[in-house]
């Protein structure tokens, strides 16, 4: 929702500063020059980038201009979810969080949390981690640098879209020196044409270099900024998983192991000592 209406406030005004000094809007609409630039820079994108990254940038795209990334409650609805799976994990022993984690999407305790069970990527991380800490294999410190790999992997993978969309931002300026160019090489075929023809086709060329740059730092930069803040949220998701499940390994009371997943947390989404421990008490009572 902000993105658009962000694009939308790029838009009005780039615009209406244009107008109000007096240009018309129709000398814009330069078809050619946009097929241009939006046909190299696409074209450039498809040279440069696999076709899963480009499917994984498009569901990213979507994700952004829909919203509802991740904020405050997200992430105390996650250290509750720990908190009682932990409790679980006391009260029945190791083996009673089998059917947690071979099954989460029959867990009556997991299916209280659709963000969670929504993020197949926090699931398999949760589930993976869980099996290796009831397999009792691993020590606390070897487990710390499997979590660490696994975040890591991940991250990488979340970054390849951001990564392709801000290297094709960086890109338009060029093209739309290129369109420009072009635009030029037109102008100089028919120099001895009348005055305003050769100013049309000056101005065209010119529209061509002014589309590249407002693409660049209008929209495309700004998207690919945004989509790495989703991946950053994500991976911050995540990475509250591993601080909880970690202390948890190491034998602490559940209650305490997610305070370990609280101080993780940016100030922004991570709630208060005392809103952490209502939850966790009011989930007792379900």
Known sequence: MFALIGAAVVIGSVLGGYMWHGG???ALNQPNEVLIIGG?????????TPMGTLKAMIAQIMGVLKGGGYVKK?????????????????????????????????????????????????IAFFADTMRVIISGAVQPHDLEDLMDSDIEALHEEEMAPP????????????????????????????????PEEIGHNVAA?????FLG???????????????????EDKTQYVACMKH?????????????????????????????????????????KK
């Open 24 to 26: 018309k809007i129709l």
């Open 74 to 122: 997200d992430f105390l609805d996650l250290l509750v979810m720990m908190f009682e799976i932990f409790n679980v994990a006391r009260r029945d022993g190791l083996v009673g969080l089998e059917n947690h984690i071979e099954h989460p999407e029959e867990s009556e305790i997991l299916q209280r949390y659709p963000k969670f069970l929504s993020n197949h990527e926090a």
């Open 213 to 231: 740059i407002l693409a660049c730092y209008g929209f495309v930069g700004p998207l690919a900024a945004s989509l790495k803040r989703r991946v």
């Open 205 to 209: 060329a010119l529209v061509g270099t």
């Open 40 to 48: 190299a820079a696409i074209g450039a994108l498809l040279i440069s």
């Open 244 to 284: 909880a499940l970690l202390a948890f390994n190491k034998g602490v009371a559940g209650v305490i192991a997610v305070e370990f997943a609280r101080r993780a947390l940016a100030s922004e989404v991570r709630p208060g000592f005392l809103e952490l421990e209502e939850a966790c008490n009011a989930s007792k």
């Open 163 to 194: 990564t392709a969309l801000n290297n094709t931002a960086d890109s338009l300026p060029g093209l739309g020196i290129v369109a420009a160019v072009l635009g030029i090489v037109i102008t100089m075929a028919h120099i001895n044409g009348p």
